[in-house]
């Protein structure tokens, strides 16, 4: 149980493009999501926190209007990265908490984004 | 507000060999504390957590973990590293709020 998944695993786009990232709780309804930004042997930043059609909170330095986020259904979340350039590439982590274990993050796959 | 301390960015031991990565964590509210790993290019998988109760857990591939409240501490172990057990670990906690993490410790087993 607990399972998030996330799509596109891999994106490769050129600057100017937008890119969507999906992230799915498969087995249980997330009432809450997070997504999360990872450098290179780095550990992981927090971007922001949306709970279910609610607006998202954004941490501190991330610019709302470039990662939009949006948390429509209690099972989908979506990180909109408008007008990618070369330093938006990164490893982006979506988390998921709800259902019976409300305290305990679960983490998808991660979407390695590559912007040329 | 809550912060975790990884005291070790990189620990190499040899394979069947005992390990432990260190953790601590300050906070002014009860916290829950978790030890996630992390393989290359993938996300995060729970490896064990500390809700409440005996503050010695039990997690998957043979991890265990003390919680210690009066050091703050929460170090993870397991007694026979394998060679599969090289990743990233992170130690974070979170007063149900996000989770806060270390800045991890690379262990590496060495054949």
């Known amino acids: 149980g607990a399972v998030v998944s996330q799509h596109p695993s891999w994106v490769i786009c050129k600057s100017g493009t937008s890119v969507k990232i999906e992230c799915r709780s498969l087995?249980?309804?997330?009432?809450?999501m997070f997504w999360y930004r990872q450098f290179p042997k780095q550990s992981l930043m927090l971007m922001a926190t949306s709970n279910e059609g609610s607006k998202a909170t954004y941490e501190q330095g991330v610019e709302k209007d470039k990662f939009l986020i949006n948390h429509a259904s209690l099972t989908l979340s979506t990180l909109t990265v408008t007008s990618a350039h070369p330093e938006d590439s990164s490893f982006y982590i979506c988390s998921a908490r709800g259902g019976t274990g409300v305290e305990t993050q679960y983490f998808g796959p991660g979407t390695r984004l590559l912007v040329l | 507000a809550q912060s975790v301390t990884q005291l070790d960015s990189q620990v190499p031991v040899f394979e069947e060999a005992p390990v432990e990565l260190r953790c601590n964590y300050s906070?002014?509210?009860?916290?829950?504390l978790f030890w996630y790993v992390q393989y290359p290019n993938q996300g995060l998988q729970l490896l064990l957590k500390?809700?409440?109760?005996?503050?010695l857990v039990k997690g998957i591939n043979g991890f265990e973990a003390e919680f210690n409240k009066s050091q703050t501490s929460f170090h993870l172990r397991k007694p026979s590293v394998h060679i599969s057990d090289t990743a990233e670990y992170f130690c974070?906690?979170?007063?149900?709020?996000?989770?806060?993490f270390g800045k991890g410790t690379r262990l590496s087993v060495i054949a």
């Open positions: 087995d249980f309804q997330a009432t809450t």
């Open positions: 500390y809700l409440s109760g005996s503050t």
């Open positions: 974070a906690c979170s007063g149900n709020t996000p989770l806060v």
């Open positions: 906070s002014s509210v009860s916290v829950y």
